[in-house]
């Protein structure tokens, strides 16, 4: 086990077209959240999930965000009819039960064109 | 609310001289802070955490509650320590989430 994993790396997509973002964490792990971070900020919660049950969403999570982690494994994150504005680093961290040290994953970059 | 402040964006300094990024923070409850870096082309990682008191390549930092801040610190800066700086708050209570701040450079010059 090498980390957290994320795919793609890198996305390009035109606006109003959907997206999915997969995270893989770290296998003994049972927590999985999703960030955003944009130029000049620090990462933004989005949403966190308790092996497969989605425990908290962040109001920044519109309803055009969803996200799984059906076997309480990896995740995905998708963003549908995407706006320019959804542009931005999607981070995927992971930890074990609720302890502050959450690993992070490279993330995937999203431009929407 | 939960917020993080780090009041500056960069840090230039030279090798040798002493660091100080500054962390205030907003919690109405016991709060657990951290600080992460992030180096060149390297994911976000942990640095280090008030609750181990411990130092992390030569960082500490102090949880002062009175103050509300959680300030970074190195005596001597090295060129390796050359990257962003971020403070967060949290987990704290049911609230499983971190609030980050907005990160620091830190620029080590030779």
């Known amino acids: 086990d090498t980390g957290v994993s994320q795919n793609p790396r890198h996305k390009i997509t035109k606006r109003g077209q959907n997206v999915t973002f997969r995270c893989d964490p770290i296998?003994?792990?049972?927590?999985l959240y999703w960030y955003r971070q944009t130029l000049g900020q620090g990462p933004e919660f989005l949403t966190y999930?308790?092996?497969?049950?989605?425990?908290?969403k962040s109001r920044l999570l519109s309803d055009r965000f969803s996200a799984e982690r059906p076997k309480g494994s990896f995740s995905t994150l998708e963003i549908q009819r995407t706006e320019q504005g959804d542009s931005a680093m999607y981070l995927c961290a992971s930890s074990l039960d609720g302890g502050g040290e959450q690993y992070f994953g490279p993330g995937t970059r999203l431009t929407v064109t | 609310a939960q917020r993080v402040t780090q009041p500056e964006k960069l840090l230039s300094v030279f090798k040798g001289a002493p660091v100080e990024l500054k962390c205030n923070y907003s919690?109405?409850?016991?709060?657990?802070l951290f600080w992460y870096v992030q180096y060149s082309r390297q994911r976000l990682q942990l640095l280090l955490r008030?609750?181990s008191r411990e130092s992390i390549k030569g960082f500490t930092a102090d949880l002062n509650k009175g103050e509300t801040s959680f300030h970074l610190k190195k005596p001597f800066a090295q060129e390796e320590d050359s990257a962003m700086y971020y403070c967060a708050l949290g987990p704290t209570g049911a609230n499983s989430k971190l609030t980050f701040g907005k990160g620091i450079t830190l620029s080590v010059r030779p």
């Open positions: 296998s003994e792990h049972n927590r």
């Open positions: 919690y109405s409850g016991s709060p657990e």
């Open positions: 008030h609750i």
């Open positions: 999930f308790q092996n497969e049950a989605q425990l908290e």
